[in-house]
């Protein structure tokens, strides 16, 4: 069964940046997309970026291109998500997710099979 584990999220201040990590707990690679999600007061749940199995990346909404990136750190096997110029709408709770094989384009959070138990991410000075 795989297992997702977030961390890195904490109080920055605008224009601040964060690394979220995501630590699956077994191997991911050519198998599994993960992706990050986002859930901010009031809101619904929104995709953010996704590492798919194929190599391929995707970045969603397009308030965040640019600004947050998506990457695998082989040395530690996990998915990081390096958030930079962080606004307070960036607010709300982070999560990862997988699913087999690639990434999906519309990112539907119903496509995910896979869930971490989400990291807070508070923007705000």
């Known amino acids: 069964q795989l297992q997702l584990v977030e961390s890195g999220g904490g109080l920055v201040q605008p224009g601040g940046s964060l690394r979220l990590s995501c630590a699956p707990s077994?191997?991911?690679?050519?198998?599994?997309?993960i992706a990050w999600f986002r859930q901010g007061p009031g809101k619904e749940r929104e995709g953010v970026s996704c590492?798919?199995?194929?190599?391929?990346?995707?970045n969603y909404p397009d308030s965040v291109k640019g600004r947050f990136t998506v990457s695998r750190d082989n040395a530690k096997s996990t998915v990081v998500l390096q958030m930079n110029s962080l606004k307070p709408e960036d607010t709300g709770v982070y999560y990862c997710?997988?699913?087999?094989?690639?990434?999906?384009?519309?990112?539907?959070?119903?496509?995910?099979?896979?869930w971490g138990q989400g990291t807070q991410v508070t923007v705000s000075s």
């Open positions: 590492l798919s199995s194929d190599g391929g990346r995707t």
């Open positions: 077994i191997p991911t690679v050519d198998f599994y997309s």
């Open positions: 997710a997988a699913r087999w094989g690639p990434c999906t384009a519309t990112m539907s959070d119903e496509t995910y099979d896979y």
